[in-house]
């Protein structure tokens, strides 16, 4: 998948992807005729049938049929009725399709068959009406815990086991001591200059990204930074072998709090202060004031939100996940909050699978979303950002 | 006031749209099994799976009865999400059923033919990909391949699919279900009792005896139909506990590899020797068409789950966690 490239032509992406499928066909077809031809007698008659058992569409039937019958016609098949029948069944198998033939001459039988590789599905989504827009940064298979921004066309990407960076096609990595992972992984990256520390549940890794990548993990408590206001972050320190903050925050302004645990948190305007909102375990989200002080309840939210600054509306929005199950699809909505309650000023923008993390960026005006696709179970990291207008 | 209507709305739309959240940790899985192992060590299927992962540590067994485990706070794929499992062994599907209609079991298994009135009654059931074999096994001493072949022909597989085994899984002609071998197709499974009259011929056979796991009512109300459908194409099958030429078995598909899946199958069923060598399908073929074995049905893991249970996905329960909130 190449970075930096936005999805704004879905439906042109959709027709090569289907174009480049029908192109994939011949490949098989030529495999399973010479298949066929290898125990028919020469110039031996035949007829042939195909039918479709998997979940190939039209189209694509048509095209593997087409290729099909070109291949058995080059490789010298002699059509005719009242020979050999050949029924071609495309079929399908846990790693992909099967081509299977079977050669009938009466009571006798002989089965030929190929394994067709399995396309990976697009990864693009349709786009309509954006207010958050998407800009796809990188994907891979293992988890993605965090990515920043280091540059024009390249990017800091942190997994449970290692730390990359990567420019264009050119990726170093940087392997982690082994860190025990709770079972749902977080983590989070600060970029300070060349510099930069990455949270893990239960350690922190500090090191450089320019000119190399090279540092140090050491066992830590140390509180994680979640957005910083006014030069101002709130640090929170998270659970070690858990998924969430046990609820200890500071603000240099208010020393440190103890809230009630929670997944993640944001941050908004209101008049001169902020308003923050911590996604609680309880899957209610509770408003707190610049002093962390209750300030009553946003909704019930997902587990993880974050907020962006913009130019537009309220100039700050708080990104709110839809993930009701691992095994669903998601979908990230953009909220303010007026009179203390929560606004919906955007429509859902779809992901295919679960958001596995939500961080604002160090920009303060974009955010990462994490996803992991629920049919190719590869994690892809976004950067979204708030558009004026629709 | 429209504004103020607004504002409720897109409030209300929140907190009906935005409810679940991540994997919450903590709590007890209570679950009911049929199996009834003496000692952890014994325990096989899903519950010595879960053992030997290391995922949770047994803190109480009480022989063939019950068992307590508690999550590993080491483990290396992740600490589970929930605290304890309660394990409750020995129970009867339909004692199992019963506790989970009273809110005293979280996961339960169910008969595949309780499973759409499981469902129809709003119960949320939860089945697998079809991963479990029944099959019948020749033991020996039936040498002659026509009757054998007879009694394969005799079996009319839709029937007990669609009466007995209430449409869960599939009639199966092969051994391997379609989605691991995708060539599963190519093995009949229509009933021919003019060919099983004719395979026989004139010649009377031996009564064969049939020998089922009486504890299985699957099994048995199985065990009577194939009895019925084999009188049809003149073969006496007497249906007995032990002692058969001819076992009724439920196998769970070892592997999703299909060679290794074979290999493996025929080696539990005691058929290794019977299994040429090959390609996966040349192989099955060759085992089917000797009909040593007579595959019946593939059936899926079926499960009964409480609203509390979430991310189910099988019994991979390190990564199951309770949803307190759910009603």
């Given at each position: 998948m190449r970075p930096f490239r936005r999805f704004l032509f879905f439906p042109i992406a959709l027709l090569l992807a289907t174009s480049l499928r029908a192109q994939n066909m011949d490949a098989p077809a030529r495999d399973l005729a010479a298949r066929i031809l290898a125990v028919m007698a020469p110039r031996e008659a035949s007829r042939v049938t195909v039918e479709n058992r998997s979940s190939l569409g039209a189209a694509e039937v048509a095209a593997a049929q087409r290729a099909l019958q070109a291949e058995l016609g080059r490789q010298g098949l002699q059509s005719a009725p009242g020979g050999a029948e050949i029924r071609i069944t495309l079929s399908a198998n846990r790693t992909g399709y099967l081509w299977v033939a079977e050669i009938l001459r009466g009571e006798e039988r002989q089965v030929v068959m190929t394994d067709v590789p399995r396309p990976s599905a697009p990864t693009g989504m349709p786009v309509a009406n954006l207010t958050i827009e998407r800009e796809l940064l990188w994907e891979q298979e293992e988890p993605i815990l965090d990515a920043a921004v280091l540059g024009p066309r390249r990017l800091l990407v942190l997994s449970p086991t290692r730390v990359a960076v990567i420019q264009d096609t050119n990726r170093s990595f940087w392997m982690l001591p082994p860190i025990p992972q709770p079972r749902d992984p977080r983590g989070r990256l600060a970029l300070e200059g060349d510099r930069y520390r990455a949270y893990l549940p239960g350690a922190v890794c500090t090191s450089t990204w320019r000119p190399a990548l090279a540092g140090e993990c050491l066992p830590s408590t140390e509180p994680w930074p979640i957005r910083t206001v006014s030069g101002t972050p709130l640090q929170a320190s998270f659970v070690a072998s858990r998924n969430?903050?046990?609820?200890?925050v500071a603000l240099s302004a208010s020393g440190v709090k103890t809230l009630p645990p929670f997944y993640s948190a944001a941050v908004v305007p209101e008049a001169a202060t902020s308003l923050w909102i911590f996604a609680g375990l309880d899957g209610r989200a509770q408003l707190y004031d610049a002093s962390l002080e209750p300030a009553g309840l946003f909704g019930t939210a997902g587990s993880d939100l974050t907020s962006v600054d913009s130019t537009?509306?309220?100039?700050a929005q708080v990104l709110v996940t839809k993930r009701s199950n691992e095994t669903e699809s998601d979908a990230v909505q953009a909220y303010e909050v007026s009179g203390r309650m929560a606004v919906a000023v955007s429509e859902p923008l779809e992901f295919?699978?679960?958001?596995t993390a939500l961080w604002t960026a160090p920009d303060g005006r974009t955010a990462v979303a994490v996803s992991r696709h629920l049919k190719t179970n590869r994690y892809a990291a976004f950067r979204l950002s708030i558009a004026c207008g629709r | 006031m429209r504004r103020f209507a607004c504002l409720l709305l897109a409030a209300v739309s929140l907190a009906a749209a935005y409810a679940a959240v991540r994997p919450r940790y903590g709590g007890v899985l209570r679950v009911e099994l049929r199996a009834a192992p003496q000692t952890p060590e014994t325990a096989d299927g899903n519950l010595g799976a879960l053992l030997v992962s290391g995922a949770f540590r047994v803190s109480q067994w009480d022989a063939n009865r019950r068992a307590v485990l508690v999550a590993n706070e080491q483990y290396q794929g992740g600490?589970?999400?929930?605290d304890t499992i309660e394990v409750e062994m020995g129970r009867s599907l339909r004692d199992q059923m019963v506790d989970f209609e009273l809110g005293k079991a979280h996961v339960v298994e169910v008969d595949p033919a309780e499973a759409p009135r499981a469902a129809q009654r709003g119960l949320r059931i939860w089945s697998s990909q079809p991963n479990e074999l029944l099959a019948l096994v020749f033991t020996?001493?039936?040498?002659n391949p026509r009757v054998r072949e007879a009694l394969a022909l005799s079996i009319d597989r839709t029937a007990i699919h669609t009466?007995?085994?209430?449409?869960?899984g599939a009639p199966a002609g092969?051994?391997?279900?379609h989605w691991l071998?995708?060539?599963?197709?190519?093995f009949p499974t229509a009933r021919d009792l003019p060919r099983a009259q004719k395979a026989l011929g004139p010649t009377r056979s031996a009564p064969l005896t049939l020998e089922y796991d009486s504890s299985d009512t699957t099994l048995r109300a199985v065990a009577e139909r194939l009895a019925l459908n084999a009188r049809e194409a003149g073969l006496t099958l007497r249906i007995a506990p032990q002692g058969g030429e001819v076992r009724l078995v439920r196998r769970r598909i070892?592997?999703?590899?299909p060679a290794r899946a074979l290999t493996a199958l025929a080696e539990s069923l005691g058929l290794e020797g019977r299994l040429p060598s090959g390609d996966p399908y040349a192989s099955e073929r060759a085992l089917v068409e000797s009909h040593w074995i007579i595959p019946l049905a593939h059936l899926p893991e079926i499960y009964g789950l409480s609203p509390?249970?979430?991310?189910?996905?099988?019994?991979?329960?390190?990564r199951v966690w309770l949803d307190a909130s759910a009603p």
């Open positions: 969430y903050f046990d609820g200890r537009c509306g309220a100039r295919p699978g679960p958001v | 600490r589970p999400f929930v020996g001493g039936v040498d009466v007995l085994l209430g449409r869960q092969g051994l391997l279900p071998s995708g060539y599963a197709f190519l070892p592997d999703v590899n509390h249970v979430r991310d189910w996905a099988g019994w991979d329960l390190p």
